[in-house]
């Protein structure tokens, strides 16, 4: 009897190393154009070649402005270098690439269950911390560095020790105005950004079940701030719903293999946790770490005194209340359309506080983008005050390009909230969108079920 993990492990594996390492096939391969040109280059000066160029994909999205408008110039230092070197080489290589202006462009995370790149039971790899997003979909998605995204694209595999296995499970119903966000969050504050060390973390339970895909990618895409190798969700029928007719995906999802992409009834866990999901509540960050959360209506606990020194909030202090420049929705975590959409009804007919320096929306991809267009939120946004980006992580990193005013203190809808994240000197609270539009319309930290008549 196996676990999920295991199945698909089992299943990728095509040899066993003297050392105990496994080689592991790996179906996908997706580089962005911070990285992908370093990886490129350095395989066609060693004269290496990609084995499966159709296997290989290439984003545009972390060094890219999201400015409308934009170009390959950049307000980062160098930026325009990285677009365009990335560009070259993966023409040369013969991959696909999303380039900045393609109707496909957006944060890899996110386009690629848009375009079914993604699959249920696949591998899927890219130099980036956050691709256990798409362990959502049923996938083993793992981040990786340059010299390992190189290795795989000329091989196929990759050398691996097999983590060891975690199923965390979720149970009982959200409240109204409760997340996927809130939930990971709640997690974090409670076993530790540590607390998945070393395993691949499997979630589950009928809180799991409920949710769907696009809050499914939060709750995975958080599984690297608890420092599990990946996240992962056992596909349903949702989920190949949702893949199904994508462009990259087959025509039929009848495969015998996915149907069997669940945990055995009697597989054994390495370790196993529980939450009860009905007792979670809308979350906040308060320090240096998504550990550092709290329930908006609670009191900022005694921590790290650099953490406390950081943020600015001594132990005792309520953190709801607290003062805020900006508000940030955006991020592989929370930019997808069920996220604009839930925040957008908590802003129709409202606007942002005096108070707010600036409030932002970053769409996921140009693909959500259209969709929210097409649905109107983009006025709904603009008239609560808000900016209209286009679609890019450059907003919810700070790489040297633009940023918020030193010394602001935001509210974000991303996923990690360590010193300068944002920027040099910024303080970032993350949380829900909701949490974010909520905070955004009364100028400080505040709760969303507050808003009378906004969430059911």
């Known amino acids: ?67 409308p408008g934009r170009s390959d110039a950049t307000l980062m230092p160098g930026g325009q270098g990285f677009i365009t070197e990335t560009r ?33 039971g696949c591998t899927l790899v890219a130099p980036d911390s956050h691709t256990c997003t798409q362990g959502a979909f049923g996938s083993l998605a793992w981040g990786i560095g340059s010299s390992e995204a190189e290795h795989a694209m000329v091989t196929g595999m990759l050398r691996l020790s097999r983590p060891k296995t975690m199923r965390i499970r979720l149970d009982g119903r959200l409240s109204a105005g409760v997340t996927a966000k809130d939930l990971a969050l709640a997690l974090l504050a409670r076993f530790g950004a540590g607390g998945g060390g070393g395993h691949a973390v499997e979630y589950a339970g009928s809180a799991v079940a409920a949710l769907d895909l696009e809050a499914r990618m939060t709750l995975c895409n958080m599984a690297t701030e608890f420092a599990a190798f990946t996240g992962i969700i056992a596909p349903d029928e949702a989920a190949f719903a949702a893949l199904a007719g994508r462009r990259y995906a087959p025509q039929a999802f009848d495969s015998p293999y996915w149907q069997s992409l669940c945990s055995d009834p009697d597989a054994i866990f390495d370790v196993e946790l529980s939450h009860d999901a009905s007792s979670a509540a809308p979350m906040v960050s308060w320090g240096t770490s998504p550990e550092h959360s709290i329930a908006v209506t609670a009191n900022v606990p005694q921590g790290p005194a650099r953490a406390h020194e950081y943020i600015g909030l001594a132990p005792g202090t309520p953190i709801a209340g607290t003062p805020i420049d900006v508000a940030f929705i955006g991020s592989c975590t929370n930019s997808r359309l069920s996220d604009l959409r839930r925040a957008a009804t908590l802003l129709q007919g409202r606007h942002i506080a005096p108070g707010i320096k600036r409030a932002l929306v970053v769409p996921g991809s140009s693909a959500v983008k259209r969709a929210a267009e097409a649905e109107g939120l983009h006025h709904i946004f603009a008239a609560a005050g808000f900016e209209w980006r286009e679609s890019g992580c450059s907003l919810c990193f700070y790489a040297g390009g633009e940023g918020f005013s030193p010394g602001s203190r935001t509210i974000s ?13 910024i303080r970032t609270h993350i949380a829900s969108p909701e949490t974010v539009a909520a905070s955004a319309i009364a100028g400080v930290i505040a709760d969303p079920r507050n808003i009378a008549g906004a969430l059911t």
């Open 1 to 67: 009897m196996a676990t999920l993990v295991e199945k698909i492990w089992n299943a990728h594996r095509a040899a066993t190393t003297s050392s105990g390492a496994d080689l592991i096939a790996i179906d996908r391969i997706f580089l962005h154009e911070r990285t992908g040109a370093a990886a490129l280059k350095s395989m066609a000066a060693a004269k290496r070649r990609v084995r499966d160029p159709a296997r290989v994909f290439v984003g545009v999205d972390h060094i890219v402005d999201t400015r």
């Open 88 to 120: 070259e080489a993966a023409r040369a290589a013969g991959l696909t690439i999303f380039d900045v202006t393609d109707r496909d462009q957006g944060i890899v995370h996110v386009i690629s269950p848009e375009l079914g790149i993604v699959l249920p």
């Open 413 to 425: 809808s991303t996923n990690r909230n360590f010193e300068g994240r944002q920027g040099p000197g």
